[in-house]
């Protein structure tokens, strides 16, 4: 099926959650989920504030038992270019970068550290592939590093991205503070039943506060999420057989900015991958 016949599907999807948030006055269209290959589907869904379409998202949902992620960071190049090098079913941008093109935060990437070992900015971690696949850790999730402190000497995931604000922890606890700053968003979070989910925005609708709660309310069953970079550099591409999707869609018409107009482009990426077990 092709781009847009799945489009036209999803546009005929206008089943809601009527309770989803309504304490909130939040309430989004049911996800209709559309499996891309084994233990990877996507969804568009649109989101309401008080009975007003205020934003769509654009969801992933990845089991990590079916499927692996790598952080790789080189020169900076449109997402696009990233997918064609690694040929990832999905790449998504990961954290914040400083001048040079330097990681903010410490990534791990194949087991190896790039970037400042302690920015008192990061709250939160995204780590996948346990060293040696112990049973006893997961194959992707998030840490609090309130709670999870890292140390190199015995970290035991092979890769790793830290950003921030943490917007959900483990109990439901919000964990950034109200503002007016709106901007395009990409979320990593963990669900209850231990599939990775990546949201990204179609619009620079969401707050980071406004967000968590939609978050907290949704029917996401959300464990934890993770805020990474916003604004241009808030991008998603998959590409799983002739099915080819890029968010926020509105940018796709202007793919020639994306390919030749740096303030798209990324130095660090996380790709998804299959898992050949």
């Given at each position: 099926?092709?781009?847009?016949?799945?489009?036209?599907?999803?546009?005929?999807?206008?089943?809601?959650?009527?309770?989803?948030g309504a304490a909130e006055g939040w309430r989004h269209s049911a996800p209709q989920w559309h499996t891309l290959s084994r233990g990877l589907s996507f969804t568009e869904t649109?989101?309401?504030?008080?009975?007003?379409?205020?934003?769509?998202?654009?969801?992933?949902?990845?089991?990590?038992?079916?499927?692996?992620?790598?952080?790789?960071h080189h020169a900076p190049q449109s997402i696009v270019d990233w997918q064609k090098e690694l040929g990832a079913t999905v790449v998504f941008n990961a954290s914040y970068f400083?001048?040079?093109?330097?990681?903010?935060?410490?990534?791990?990437?194949?087991?190896?550290?790039?970037?400042?070992?302690?920015?008192?900015?990061?709250?939160g971690m995204f780590v996948a592939e346990p060293k040696g696949m112990s049973p006893d850790l997961p194959r992707a999730t998030i840490l609090d590093l309130r709670l999870n402190?890292?140390?190199?000497?015995?970290?035991?995931?092979?890769?790793?991205?830290?950003?921030?604000?943490?917007?959900?922890?483990?109990?439901?606890?919000?964990?950034?503070?109200?503002?007016?700053?709106?901007?395009?968003?990409?979320?990593?979070?963990?669900?209850?039943?231990?599939?990775?989910?990546?949201?990204?925005?179609?619009?620079?609708?969401?707050?980071?506060?406004?967000?968590?709660?939609?978050?907290?309310?949704?029917?996401?069953?959300?464990?934890?999420?993770?805020?990474?970079?916003?604004?241009?550099?808030?991008?998603?591409?998959?590409?799983?057989?002739?099915?080819?999707?890029?968010?926020?869609?509105?940018?796709?018409?202007?793919?020639?900015?994306?390919?030749?107009?740096?303030?798209?482009?990324?130095?660090?990426?996380?790709?998804?991958?299959?898992?050949?077990?």
């Open positions: 099926m092709n781009a847009w016949m799945i489009n036209v599907l999803l546009g005929f999807c206008v089943l809601c959650w009527p309770a989803t649109q989101v309401w504030l008080n009975e007003e379409p205020v934003e769509q998202l654009a969801v992933v949902k990845i089991d990590p038992h079916a499927n692996y992620f790598r952080v790789f400083c001048p040079g093109g330097k990681p903010c935060g410490l990534i791990i990437a194949d087991g190896r550290p790039l970037g400042p070992l302690k920015n008192p900015q990061m709250r402190p890292v140390t190199l000497s015995n970290f035991p995931w092979n890769q790793g991205v830290q950003s921030y604000p943490l917007l959900l922890d483990y109990k439901g606890r919000i964990r950034v503070a109200s503002s007016r700053k709106t901007a395009q968003r990409t979320v990593v979070a963990a669900d209850r039943n231990s599939n990775i989910l990546v949201f990204n925005t179609r619009q620079s609708y969401f707050t980071l506060y406004q967000l968590a709660r939609f978050l907290k309310t949704s029917a996401f069953e959300i464990d934890s999420a993770l805020n990474l970079d916003g604004g241009t550099e808030a991008q998603l591409f998959i590409k799983s057989g002739e099915f080819e999707y890029f968010s926020p869609p509105g940018w796709h018409s202007a793919m020639y900015d994306l390919l030749t107009h740096q303030k798209f482009w990324l130095t660090t990426v996380i790709g998804v991958f299959p898992r050949q077990e």
